[in-house]
């Protein structure tokens, strides 16, 4: 059974850093794309990026860039996305998301993970 | 960034409804659209992909249609457990963006 499972909720000051992370487990970790799903309180899904764990090749999402970043460790499974200096704004649930890919289908995800709850508050 | 525009944003149906919900791409994307249902607190769950393809172990009360930019997702006879948020996502080109989202409630 494919399952992604994610780091506990975190309650963070502004300018504080932090990384969060997806660990993968019953597939093959290196060779699917993994990609982090930024949700507004109240508000709907935004992709903030993917990488490939196997030589972590790594897109952002333009409104995302230079923002966070997102890496990979294929020994432990295990991909992350961290922040360097949080704010207020930053508050949100984070997904993680295994992307697949079929002919004539596209990409698209078959599994998520729980959800990580970012909270920043002074 | 390819974008997707659903309709409605909120709908309220009663139990045995029929419910359909539009997704519109700014360009053509051939059949690459996928369809989740979230509910609150919980991560998405796909639905459909390729448009109309459903999801192992998805009801038969939903389906999908339609290619190049206009899309529908029914829900033919509405359940409880379909209260729900559903949101389209283009599967064509990262960022794979999603839908703004339909909340479907009861009426």
């Known amino acids: 059974e494919v399952q992604l499972v994610q780091s506990g909720a975190e309650m963070k000051k502004p300018g504080e850093s932090l990384k969060i992370s997806c660990k993968g487990s019953?597939?093959?970790?290196?060779?699917?794309?993994i990609g982090w799903v930024r949700q507004l309180p109240g508000k709907g899904l935004e992709w903030m990026g993917i990488i490939y764990p196997d030589d972590s090749d790594t897109s952002y999402s333009p409104s995302f860039q230079g923002q966070v970043t997102i890496s990979a460790d294929k020994s432990i499974n295990t991909a992350y996305l961290q922040w360097s200096s949080l704010k207020a704004s930053d508050t949100a649930m984070f997904l993680c998301a295994r992307l697949e890919y079929q002919t004539n289908s596209g990409w698209f995800v078959g599994s998520w993970g729980q959800g990580t709850l970012v909270t920043v508050s002074p | 960034d390819i974008q997707m525009t659903q309709s409605p944003s909120s709908v309220s149906a009663s139990v045995g409804d029929r419910v359909t919900i539009t997704c519109r791409a700014s360009?053509?994307?051939?059949?690459?659209l996928a369809w989740y249902q979230q509910k609150p607190g919980k991560a998405p769950n796909l639905l459909i992909y390729a448009a109309s393809r459903l999801q192992s172990g998805v009801p038969s009360r939903f389906s999908g249609s339609g290619s190049g930019t206009d899309f529908t997702l029914t829900i033919s006879r509405l359940q409880p457990e379909d209260f729900a948020t559903y949101y389209c996502?283009?599967?064509?080109?990262?960022?794979?963006?999603f839908g703004q989202g339909t909340k479907l409630d009861i009426k």
């Open positions: 360009e053509g994307i051939s059949i690459w």
């Open positions: 996502q283009q599967a064509k080109s990262f960022p794979y963006t």
């Open positions: 019953g597939y093959d970790f290196s060779n699917y794309w």
